[in-house]
């Protein structure tokens, strides 16, 4: 009856003979498939020892290196994720330096460096309240906390923050020294 129907379609002129042929092949091929399916639901031995193709050392070889190419982008979009959020950071929690009178002199990579700041900033740098960020080669002072969370992502851009573990011992040395309060490193 199918084929009265394909014949019918083909007199009308809604399909072609290329076009019954190939619908008929998928048929076929379906039916192929379901039968196949069956038979593994009814013995699931068979299909669990069914071997598998075996890789080439080329193959393995593609393998290792898409793997270790996809763990390289990853560490990459990482790198500029976690630059990102420490971009953000201290964009939006920098404080305003403007007005700065006063010279602030840090370490940086075996130089000193100069930042002008008023008292109040200076006594807080002093005081390791706020701390000094190398963003891209600027500097810029942030709070405490928010210098502690960058320095979970890059420790190596944070001044100010390391020093808090060894000053106990120094502070001890020279309890005795008082420093007065118009010295100005």
């Not at 009265?4 to 072609?16: C, D, M, R, S």
């Not at 050392?57 to 994720?81: C, F, G, P, V």
């Not at 405490?144 to 944070?158: F, L, S």
Request: glycine share 6%.
């Amino acid at each position: 009856m199918a084929n009265l129907l394909a014949e019918q379609l083909l007199k009308a002129g809604l399909v072609n003979k290329d076009r019954l042929k190939s619908l008929e092949k998928e048929k076929h091929k379906g039916k192929k498939t379901k039968t196949a399916k069956k038979e593994i639901r009814r013995n699931p031995e068979k299909s669990k020892n069914v071997s598998r193709p075996q890789l080439t050392d080329e193959q393995k070889q593609k393998i290792q290196h898409d793997r270790a190419l996809s763990k390289l982008q990853q560490e990459k979009a990482q790198a500029r994720s976690a630059q990102a959020e420490i971009k953000q950071l201290v964009v939006h929690n920098k404080v305003d330096r403007t007005g700065g009178e006063e010279d602030y002199q840090y370490a940086y990579k075996g130089k000193i460096r100069k930042m002008l700041v008023n008292p109040e900033l200076r006594g807080q740098l002093v005081s390791g309240a706020m701390c000094i960020v190398n963003l891209d080669g600027q500097f810029e002072i942030v709070p405490k906390a928010i210098a502690a969370k960058i320095a979970e992502r890059r420790p190596t851009i944070v001044l100010g923050l390391e020093g808090e573990q060894g000053t106990s011992d120094i502070d001890e040395t020279y309890a005795d020294f008082q420093v007065p309060d118009d010295l100005i490193w």
